[in-house]
């Protein structure tokens, strides 16, 4: 398929839009300059011609205020929409001046007075994702941050494109070069046609495109310090050391203080330095939540040993600081007072602090850790250079590495301007003098100095270093875009203060020639300058299937195209997910533009790869992963592959991806994120493990009885409210219309099921088809009332009726004694928003599950209030409990000890009685759990069900925003992890691709950009099964070339001393000794048993069938065999 | 309610690993039975530990297992209606191995053991039947009374609960020729398909009564690990082992008495002693 066929295509259906927004949507048409115009009509005469590849790069530029207009709605109460209209308008004039020419603009005072002067909203749709990882303190924070990026090289424009996602207020990108060829191997904005080109005004339309909140603008003369004082943080790319340590100067004693971010990536090094000022203070450190604990029990002591609820682990350190509140009895300490923890443990800790004259303990208690803020001394670069500290490291493998990058870039900075230029690749005379230039340096440093340095790091440091590679680009470009939100913010712990990093291992195995590294005069130069033109022809030929088009596969496809893989006509990519573009996903799938929204995620991603990099070889496809799709990712398919990358989002569909890997024996290369962090994991045939030999525990869940009666948290509140949304608005209304279209099969399944949980369902359909029946507007409103009452009243009132306040376990303790919390009724008062609310959204749900249409006057207060007072709600009687009948040989009890399936039967008969009384035709709409949409009311409900309850058991109650994180299960992330993680895998691609490498050549990371760490190590081997003279790992398989039966299959196991006693093929037992029926199928081939018990259909051109067997040795012991592979024909 | 997916085949071999390892050395008191295409629905009979009000009855659960199995929890209901404070009145059951402890390397021993001790030792503070909870926790013999009255009611019944529905549901391979399974079900008494337990199926009363509730019998093995030292056949009530499809749980249980006999032969064919 031509991916950019299918381009041109969107293209045309949008160009009306696109056209018409120009021309209608602009106030002021007139003030656009002339050749807008033309260029407008000059399009609309092109696009009858249907020219529509010359057209995409000039569209490309033209169209970055969809995002906007779609955004305005005409919602005449919200100030926001118009500045957002403002923000419009304007970004239409400066692209406009980008184009024009070189002309360089800064944020004016107007702009920043336009911008200072209604607090920035944050749109909660687009940046949900991110939101979940920073909160809204940090991003208000970056949104009032100007930020300057100085050197639009490959670095420049990834750390961009990361600011640009996360939404600050302005990037400022300074470069007074030129676009040359050996950029276009990692800055993604540059083309062919944009060598010769400002670089900064190169970029700057289509980073404009990925927010058009955020101010763009370009600085293309020289920069003179005082030009930083407009910026909250400032970040250069390509700078000489002696320049930067002025600008540092500056920067470290301005007042207030600049942060002062130099990075630089060089080959397969990279250096990062961070200077925050003589005091910056780090608001939270870690990122993570604050931990809490249920207290037990607190001493009379000092200090005072405070023991807590084996619910759950405690995770506090020594030395933290804590709150109290709720504690009964030692009520001094509910004082909000923080306090020391020492020598904390699983479940106790103790408290500096004298409790001996305070109140003695009755119960209760909440503990709280207090976050404290960290303030850091920055030393400037100069002495910072002289003094480096501590480096941040990141593989222990090798630990001496930094210390010798930090003299090798000095090296490479005088070098630079001693030559004026880089050292050419593979040239053994400028090696030396670089390395001459190390050991002056090195020498000037006495004491520290470094001994035993390696040269051949220092001599592949001087070869690539004028290369800027893409991977570690964008793996640089996570971490520094990530250091600038840290400046802005104070969120997250910044890099004190150097970072340096190399990926040398990323090297062909074999040695490179000079010759191999000569340029080609080709967008891969720099590329080939490194890993030699071999490599390189070895990338575009490959064959890579990425799996999943979200925020990984984004930055993957970018990172492809740029590097050149699957670049030439035998070289393929395919990449495939099921998924259609979701608003939220924008802030960080960077190939995706709003006009997007609803399309398939990978066509889309494809085609925007494309324009990245034309030679690019795609295919786009829109099957999920998955058992059901191996018609389409066939044996062929999957034969011809050279690697595989995953770029999911799900535990199982990687689980499945690894399986296959094992399978056809192909690379895997793994990496996820979850906000700040992200992982790497290599899966090399037979090096390493496979993905799925660790697993990360399981999630906690929460047992049964505390989610339907003792919540103690918010997640437990928000756990009962989706199944109540779920129950409620789909599974019932889906029941209702099962029943209805065909009640004589309904009511037999419901008999034969016949047991308790097909009695509760029919009870919920009856009650939906009959006394809750609604036909009106008011019939939902009286709904929902009673409905407030059933839960938030009633059912306490119930539930301590049952258990009073005072109830005593059978060991005397209090029923009521923590983790539970004592529950309270709510008395429905319209007057409180949160149940006029609750009330709204439920009502407004319930019409939808019938199809009554929702009047305007729902969302109005007063209207609902007077509505709600209405209903008539019955006075609650706790039910007194069962009676007990005392006669053991009664033949007639109690209702509740009725048989359900004689319950049942009634049940289908009062069913039946009622669906009469329905209308002809009458069906129910079933509704779906979108969490993403804020108009739907879903939200609301749920939130509006979990803070209720909350509020029953007064636990602290969350916002919508926080609900929809939690009941949502939203994954939070932002785009540097993104990056980081794509860069990492894009290093240890080069290796796969190259072949030949060791299994510790290879790498594996964990990263957290919120401490920051980084643990980078070699994979772990896979797992070797001895058994008499054999081995095997989860790589091997056994093959038989045989048309066998089950019982020669046995025997030829026997002669390997294993005893089998079960026997599978895919999801179908073949054989197992329980069965003493499988006992005849000894002598059928396991072939035919396959097709018949496993309804195996095995394609014409496959020759064999694959079983897995589990057997023993001839001591018992369970042995793990590889799969066998049968050849039966 | 079987969730009908499809487990992964490592998943495949360590059940049949654990399976193996229940039939080898069962736990006590519990009775594990599993139809050979559907590994994911687990039943498992539980006598009712001596001492406790649940003493003499059999109880049936099922277990069903997410194709994330071991990885997440299975899921457990009890099918035999039962009084007590951590299983809902519609056989839900709270008990944190289930949730909160629940740990892939557990295994279904472990989560069998657990439920069995649950029988033995109830924890009204945590209670899902918050009357039965209330009850224990004011008036141990009125709970216990109780508790023997449902036992005696619901678990004692020599009629057998498996609902064959349940089985069929969750086979795949049952579910693609249903018609042809129930059609072969029908007149025979001597089904080939069938092994042993069909033998019971196609007895009169129960062939008749498959057939005209259109659900598929099994047409392939179950096994029944029985745990108890002393055998089935040494109590009346082993026989609530059957799968025998039901549609009308009143007549089916009249006429038991005259197949009792029969399925007691049966059965004894069919199972494999431990």
Redesign the interface.
């Known amino acids: 398929m031509d991916a950019r066929f299918g381009w041109g295509l969107r293209l045309g259906f949008l160009l009306p839009v696109v056209v018409g927004f120009l021309l209608g949507a602009v106030p002021g048409v007139r003030d656009l300059p002339l050749y807008a115009l033309l260029l407008l009509s000059s399009l609309v005469l092109m696009s009858g011609m249907g020219c529509w590849r010359v057209l995409s790069s000039v569209l490309h530029y033209m169209l970055p205020r969809k995002r906007a207009a779609g955004e305005e709605v005409p919602d005449a109460a919200v100030g926001g929409s118009l500045l957002k209209k403002q923000r419009v308008d304007w970004s239409v004039a400066s692209s406009s001046e980008g184009l024009k020419d070189s002309h360089h603009r800064k944020p004016s005072a107007m702009d920043r007075e336009r911008n200072g002067s209604s607090p920035p909203e944050i749109d909660e749709d687009l940046h949900s994702r991110q939101l979940a990882v920073y909160g809204r303190e940090t991003m208000r924070r970056l949104f009032a941050s100007n930020v300057l990026i100085s050197g639009m090289n490959g670095l420049g424009a990834e750390i961009a494109k990361n600011l640009v996602l996360a939404g600050v207020k302005s990037v400022t990108l300074h470069d007074d070069g030129a676009v040359d060829m050996w950029d276009l191997s990692s800055n993604f904005f540059f083309s062919e046609d944009d060598v010769g080109k400002n670089r900064a005004l190169a970029c700057v339309q289509k980073l404009q495109e990925l927010n058009n909140t955020v101010i763009i603008s370009t600085h293309t003369t020289k920069l003179s310090k005082e030009d930083l004082s407009f910026f909250q943080a400032v970040v250069f790319t390509e700078i000489t050391l002696e320049k930067a340590i002025e600008f540092d100067d500056y920067c470290h004693n301005h007042q207030p203080p600049i942060s002062f971010i130099k990075s630089e990536v060089r080959g397969l090094f990279g250096s990062v330095f961070v200077d925050f000022g003589p005091e910056f203070t780090v608001a939270d450190v870690d990122g993570e939540e604050p931990h809490t604990g249920i207290i037990a029990s607190i001493s009379n002591d000092s200090p005072a040993l405070v023991t807590c609820v084996d619910d759950e682990r405690l995770e506090f350190q020594d030395n933290d600081l804590v709150v109290f509140s709720e504690v009964e009895g030692m009520i001094e300490l509910n004082d909000g007072k923080p306090r020391k923890v020492k020598n904390s443990r699983p479940y106790s800790f103790y408290l500096e602090e004298d409790t001996t004259n305070f109140g003695s303990y009755v119960k209760g208690g909440i503990v709280t850790q207090v976050k404290q803020p960290k303030v850091l001394k920055f030393k400037p670069l100069k002495d910072a250079l002289r003094d480096p500290g501590d480096f941040l490291l990141s593989d222990f493998s090798k630990f001496d590495h930094p210390q010798v990058l930090h003299l090798a870039f000095q090296a490479l900075d005088r070098f630079r301007c001693n030559y004026g230029r880089f050292p050419v690749a593979g040239c053994e005379d400028d090696a030396k003098k670089l390395i001459d230039h190390f050991s002056i340096i090195n020498e000037s440093m006495g004491d520290s100095r470094t001994e035993n340095v390696d040269d051949k790091l220092l001599r592949h440091f001087a070869s690539g270093s004028r290369a800027i590679l893409n991977p570690m680009a964008a793996m640089f470009g996570g971490i520094v875009g990530q250091e600038v939100v840290k400046a802005c913010s104070g969120k997250f712990h910044p890099i004190f203060q150097f970072f340096y990093f190399d990926s040398v291992e990323s090297l062909p195995t074999e040695v490179l020639e000079a010759k191999d590294l000569t340029p080609l005069n080709s967008c891969y130069d720099a590329q080939i300058s490194v890993f030699g033109s071999k490599l390189q022809k070895k990338l575009e030929e490959a064959k890579v299937f990425i799996v999943g088009s979200g925020a990984l596969g984004c930055e993957f496809l970018k990172n492809l195209a740029l590097m050149g893989v699957s670049c030439c006509h035998q070289g393929k990519i395919t990449i495939t997910d099921d998924d259609v573009i979701e608003k939220s996903n924008l802030s960080r799938q960077f190939l995706f533009r709003d006009w997007n929204i609803g399309q398939a995620k990978s066509t889309v991603a494809a085609s925007a790869a494309c324009v990245i990099n034309p030679n690019l070889h795609i295919e786009a496809l829109q099957n999920r992963a998955s058992p059901e799709t191996e018609n389409v990712f066939n044996d062929s398919f999957w034969e011809s592959l050279d690697v595989v990358i995953n770029a999911l989002d799900n535990i199982n569909a990687r689980m499945y991806m690894d399986q296959r890997c094992v399978y056809f024996q192909k690379p895997l290369l793994e990496s996820g994120t979850l906000g700040p962090k992200c992982n790497t994991q290599m899966v090399i045939p037979h090096l390493t493990e496979n993905y799925g030999a660790s697993r990360d525990p399981p999630e906690k869940q929460a047992p049964m009885c505390t989610v339907h009666s003792f919540p103690h948290n918010i997640d437990h509140c928000l756990t009962w409210a989706r199944s109540e949304f779920e129950g409620m608005l789909e599974k019932t209304p889906s029941e209702v219309n099962k029943f209805l279209s065909n009640p004589h099969e309904y009511a037999a399944a419901m008999k034969s099921a016949g047991d308790a949980q097909a009695r509760d369902m029919l009870e919920r359909v009856i009650e939906c088809l009959d006394k809750e029946r609604c036909e009106t507007f008011e019939d939902c409103i009286a709904w929902a009332r009673m409905k407030f009452e059933d839960y938030f009243s009633n059912r306490v009132k119930q539930l301590t009726f049952t258990f009073p306040e005072d109830s005593m376990t059978s060991t005397g303790a209090p029923f009521w004694s923590a983790p539970k919390r004592f529950p309270r009724p709510l008395q429905f008062t319209a007057s409180d928003p949160s149940h006029l609310h609750f009330l709204m959204a439920a009502s407004i749900l319930r019409a939808e599950t019938f199809g009554i249409p929702v009047p305007d006057w729902a969302k109005n207060p007063t209207k609902l209030i007077v509505a709600g007072d209405r209903v008539l709600v019955p006075d609650f009687q706790p039910k007194e409990g069962v009676k007990i009948v005392t006669d053991e040989k009664a033949t007639s009890v109690s209702a509740a000890s009725i048989d359900d399936a004689a319950v049942i039967n009634d049940l289908i008969v009062k069913l039946e009685e009622c669906s009469k009384k329905l209308p002809p035709g009458f069906r129910m709409k079933p509704i779906q759990f979108e969490k993403d949409d804020d108009t739907n009311y879903h939200m609301d409900f749920i939130a509006g069900l979990a803070n209720m309850r909350a509020r029953n058991y007064s636990i602290p109650e969350v916002d919508k925003l926080k609900a929809k994180f939690i009941a949502g299960r939203i994954i939070p992330a932002i785009a540097t992890s993104t990056a980081l993680a794509t860069g990492l895998v894009c290093l240890e691609l080069y290796k796969v691709l190259a072949g030949g490498h060791k299994m510790e050549d290879y790498k594996n990371t964990f990263a957290n950009l919120a401490l920051p760490l980084f643990t980078i190590s070699e994979p772990a081997p896979p797992k070797v099964v001895e058994h008499q003279d054999m081995r095997w790992t989860v790589w091997d398989r056994w093959v038989i070339k045989e048309n066998l039966t089950l019982r020669e299959l046995m025997n030829w196991l026997r002669d390997k001393g294993l005893d089998a006693y079960s026997i599978s093929c895919g999801t179908s037992l073949l054989y197992n000794s329980m069965f003493p029926k499988h006992k005849e199928r000894l002598d059928k081939k396991v072939v035919d048993l396959a097709k018949e018990v496993a309804k195996a259909e095995i394609p014409p051109y496959r020759r064999h069938l694959d079983v897995v067997v589990a057997c023993e040795d001839d001591d018992g012991n369970d042995i793990d065999i590889p799969l066998i592979s049968i050849y039966f024909r | ?1 079987a969730t009908n997916e ?5 998943v ?2 360590q059940l ?2 654990e ?2 390892n229940l ?1 080898d050395s069962p736990p006590e008191g519990i009775k594990v039975i ?1 139809n ?2 559907d ?1 994911s629905t687990i039943f498992a009979d539980i006598e009712g530990p001596a001492g406790t009000p649940y003493e003499n009855g059999i109880f049936r659960m099922k277990l069903l297992l997410s ?2 199995f071991p ?3 299975p899921k457990g ?1 009890f ?1 035999t ?1 039962i ?1 007590h404070p ?1 299983i ?9 191995t ?3 402890d ?3 390397s557990l295994g279904l021993r472990h989560v069998l053991i657990v439920i069995r001790c649950l029988l033995i030792e109830p924890f ?5 039947n ?2 039965a ?5 004011e008036n141990y013999e ?1 709970y216990a ?2 508790a ?3 036992t ?3 678990a004692l019944k020599p009629k057998p609960k498996f ?4 089985i069929s549901e969750s086979t795949t ?1 049952l579910n ?1 020729d249903q018609k042809a399974a129930s059609l072969t079900a029908a007149p025979s008494s001597k089904t080939v398909a069938g ?2 337990l069909s033998a019971v199926a196609v007895s009169p009363a129960a062939s008749e009564l498959a057939v005209e ?3 598929a019998r099994p047409a ?4 029944t ?1 029985t745990a108890s030292a002393t055998g089935p056949t040494s109590k009346p009530v082993a026989s609530a082992g059957f799968p025998v ?6 007549t089916i249980a009249a006429k038991l008495p005259a197949v009792d006999r029969k399925k007691m032969d049966a059965r004894k064919k ?1 199972l ?1 002693r431990l």
């Open positions: 309610m499809n487990l992964p085949p490592n495949i071999k049949a690993k399976l193996k039939d599993v050979d295409d590994f194709h994330d990885h997440s929890p209901y099918l209606k009084f951590n809902a009145t519609n056989g839900e059951i709270c008990v944190n289930l949730k909160k629940w740990n892939p009204p503070e945590s209670a899902l918050e009357q909870g209330k009850m224990l926790l009125e009374r109780h023997r009255l449902y005696g009611i619901h609902k064959t529905a349940a391979a693609v092994p042993e509730a259109a659900s392939s093995a179950t096994t690990v499809p039901l549609k009308k749980e009143g069919s494999k």
